[in-house]
């Protein structure tokens, strides 16, 4: 069974920094991209950010020049960097795999964290 598990929220004043984590265990052989998006209140779930198995960036305009994504291959992990964080960043943030070879079961799909709060207050 694959588990995203996601670490690194909190509270941080306008201008702060974080760093988010997001492990994949299980019996994984190979992960393709990695990303992640986020829920603000009353909002739906956006888009933010995805890195490919080739280590390509993509971002949200929203988010360019001040988040940066990473990951660890030989730990299964994702890391999103933010900084400069502004009020309009709180949400949730989650951690998203879209397609994960698993040993003995083939290409498994969709998988998605549990999820993490940022605030950012002024």
């Known amino acids: 069974q694959v588990r995203l598990v996601e670490s690194g929220g909190g509270s941080v004043q306008a201008g702060g920094s974080l760093r988010l984590s997001c492990a994949a265990s299980?019996?994984?052989?190979?992960?393709?991209?990695m990303g992640w998006y986020r829920q603000a209140p009353g909002k739906q779930r956006e888009w933010v950010t995805a890195i490919t198995f080739d280590g390509k960036a993509s971002y949200a305009d929203s988010v360019k020049g001040r988040f940066t994504i990473s990951r660890d291959y030989a730990k299964n992990t994702v890391y999103l960097q933010m900084s400069g964080l502004r009020v309009e960043d709180t949400a949730v943030y989650y951690c998203?795999?879209?397609?994960?070879?698993?040993?003995?079961?083939?290409?498994?799909?969709?998988?998605w964290g549990q999820g993490t709060q940022v605030t950012v207050s002024a």
């Open positions: 299980g019996s994984i052989f190979r992960i393709e991209d």
């Open positions: 998203n795999v879209p397609k994960i070879l698993v040993t003995s079961m083939g290409w498994q799909y969709d998988f």
